[in-house]
């Protein structure tokens, strides 16, 4: 349980670890029905095409390896949206300055996100705006999927199916900041029904003193000992 943040004594979130070293995390209803569908509502109307972002050039540009609709809340724009970002601020323990807007996303049949990491590599200048790099990803998920669109994590052999209500969570960056390679993760085509998640990408600005750097070195590597699943007792 996280249970670190007032306002989690009051309300506790059942936390399970997935995964252990790179640490991913499953907070299960973390989303009312009420907030989802507020979330849908407004987003709806406003969808487009998901981007990319294009290292050549730093544009958001469509592209055939990421198939869905998306568009971006501002906390300022609803009451709902703000407390979103502040849950994710609670159960992170992440400082929320420097994250994205909510990017609320619908896969229909076929919508899929192939393999990726979340984080700019080295040669892209992607986040300057946003005061460095993507350190975590928190994705919502506000539908279950009848049949396919699990999120999976590539190097670690793991699948997360979506359960309406609950948020997966990983850190992208070692702390030396590098990105963690093991990270890297896909969206499974949805082969029946429709996906809805959404998700706050945080940055390292803010973290300075909430997740120090380490001074030791850690090279991008997806070499780990994996996989290393957790025991059947924890899940
Ligand atoms: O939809 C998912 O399961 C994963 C989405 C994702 O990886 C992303 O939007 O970066
Ligand atoms: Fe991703």
């Known amino acids: 349980m996280t249970e670190n943040h007032p306002f ?12 252990r070293n790179p640490d991913i995390i ?3 209803d973390v989303l009312s029905d009420y907030e989802i569908d507020y979330i849908k509502r407004i987003a709806q109307p406003r ?7 294009d290292p050549a050039t730093g ?3 469509p592209a055939h390896y990421r198939i869905s609709k998306s568009a971006w809340l501002k906390d300022e724009e609803s009451a709902v949206v703000a407390r979103v970002s502040r849950r994710v601020a609670d159960i992170t323990g992440l400082s929320m300055t420097t994250a994205e807007e909510l990017q609320v996303v619908n896969y229909g049949i076929g919508g899929h996100y192939d393999p990726h990491f979340d984080f700019a590599r080295k040669e892209e200048n992607a ?3 946003f005061n460095g790099n993507r350190i975590a990803t928190v994705l919502f998920y506000m539908s279950d999927v009848a049949q396919g669109g699990a999120t999976v994590f590539t190097e670690l052999g793991l699948s997360v199916f979506p359960r ?3 948020a997966v969570f990983w850190l992208n960056l070692h702390p030396s900041g590098e990105g963690d390679l093991a990270t890297r993760h896909a969206a499974c085509p949805v082969l029946r029904g429709s996906k809805w998640v959404c998700n706050k990408w945080i940055h390292q600005g803010g973290q300075e003193l909430i997740r120090p750097c380490n ?3 850690q090279k ?3 070499i780990r000992p994996i996989p290393q699943p957790i025991e059947k007792f924890f899940r």
Not at 8 to 19: I, T
Not at 47 to 53: C, D, G, P, S
């Open 26 to 28: 499953v907070f299960n």
């Open 8 to 19: 989690l004594r009051l309300a506790p979130v059942r936390m399970e670890y997935l995964y």
């Open 59 to 61: 544009e958001l540009v």
């Open 127 to 129: 986040f300057e705006k």
């Open 220 to 222: 991008e590597s997806i």
């Open 47 to 53: 969808f487009r095409r998901a981007t990319v972002h």
């Open 215 to 217: 001074l030791e070195y």
């Open 164 to 166: 309406r209500g609950s």
